[in-house]
């Protein structure tokens, strides 16, 4: 803590490591036996810190990740002991079913983007999907849109009812943050709400093309299928929460952490924000 004050105020770390002011100043007062007892100490509190400031989310991966970014080399297996004596872990995966319902007259978009995954520059693929979240007044359903870039959410929408309002709405929001560029390719399943005359519309209004994915294969659209286990397993939304108090907690997740803080493995363990920054500095 005495290495941290610096960076974090004394009162959020005594909360966090579940110390007393006095405590810490008693102890302070005391010298540590040896700079390696020291050294355990400020990576115990470095490590508490980071799983507090992730809501319990990291696990090991992420908070070693975080620690490297601050500068402090430690090993992964270091890592991995410190969190089991501190008894802290990242929330477990959890099963969610599909949302996926075809209209079997509709005519598919054939798949352009084939898995891959891998984009040179943001704005040139969005994927889009829809989930169901259970509340205590009934299921609430999430449609998102990533950039492929850098796994950003770029648009979101929640509404009760799984219509096709409900994505135009992401789209909407989508496109005013960051109008469409010259030849994007928007990529999803072969639900109905994708398929329809008004969705399809408006992408051909911003001469977007559209590719989705082959019938029943998730792993067309795995980045945003990965988004959505993330958000679920991270947030662990309570079943006794509201329509309105989920949506709030959805947004606070989606806006302040994922597309600012959160490491993502498949960007280096950068967050999408400070991917973007990276490739806007290079151009």
Same mark, same amino acid.
């Given at each position: 803590?005495?290495a ?9 770390m005594c ?5 007393? =002011?006095?405590g ?22 470095? @490590? ?12 090991s991966?992420?908070v070693?990740?975080a620690?490297?970014?601050t500068?402090?080399?430690v090993g992964r ?17 959890? =099963? &969610?079913?599909?949302?996926t319902h !075809? ?7 054939p ?7 891998q984009?040179?520059?943001p ?6 999907? @829809? ?6 007044e ?5 449609a ?5 870039y850098s796994?950003r ?5 929640? =509404? ?6 409900? @994505? ?10 960051? $109008?469409p ?11 109905? %709400?994708?398929? *329809?005359?008004?969705? %399809? ?5 911003h ?5 989705? *994915? ?11 299928e990965?988004? &959505? !286990?993330t ?6 939304? $309570? ?5 309105r108090?989920?949506?709030?907690? @959805? ?5 302040? &952490?994922y ?10 363990y950068r967050s ?6 990276d490739?806007?500095? =290079?151009?």
């Amino acid at each position: 803590m005495a290495a941290e004050k610096a960076t974090y105020p004394l009162r959020t770390m005594c909360h966090v490591l579940g110390v007393s =002011r006095s405590g810490f100043y008693a102890w302070r007062g005391r010298p540590l036996t040896s700079p390696r007892g020291h050294a355990n100490a400020t990576l115990r509190a470095r @490590i508490r810190v980071i799983h507090a400031e992730s809501r319990g989310r990291y696990g090991s991966p992420r908070v070693h990740a975080a620690l490297h970014a601050t500068g402090l080399r430690v090993g992964r297996n270091r890592v991995i002991r410190v969190m089991r004596a501190e008894h802290l872990r990242g929330r477990p995966p959890r =099963r &969610f079913r599909p949302t996926t319902h !075809r209209d079997a007259l509709a005519t598919p978009a054939p798949n352009r983007l084939r898995q891959v995954f891998q984009v040179a520059a943001p704005n040139r693929v969005w994927t889009g999907d @829809i989930t169901a979240i259970p509340t205590a007044e009934g299921w609430l359903y999430l449609a998102v849109l990533l950039d492929l870039y850098s796994r950003r959410i770029v648009g979101w929408a929640v =509404r009760p009812t799984l219509e096709t309002e409900l @994505i135009c709405a992401a789209w909407v929001l989508a496109i005013t943050r960051r $109008p469409p560029a010259a030849g994007l390719i928007h990529h999803s399943d072969r639900g109905s %709400q994708y398929t *329809s005359e008004r969705y %399809q519309q408006l992408l051909r209004a911003h001469h977007v093309t559209c590719s989705m *994915s082959r019938a029943g294969n998730c792993y067309d659209n795995a980045p945003t299928e990965s988004f &959505f !286990r993330t958000l679920k397993v991270e947030l662990a939304l $309570p079943l006794t929460l509201t329509r309105r108090a989920t949506t709030n907690l @959805i947004g606070e997740y989606i806006e302040r &952490f994922y597309n600012r803080d959160r490491l993502h493995s498949s960007l280096g363990y950068r967050s999408p924000a400070t991917f973007e920054a990276d490739f806007a500095a =290079r151009v």
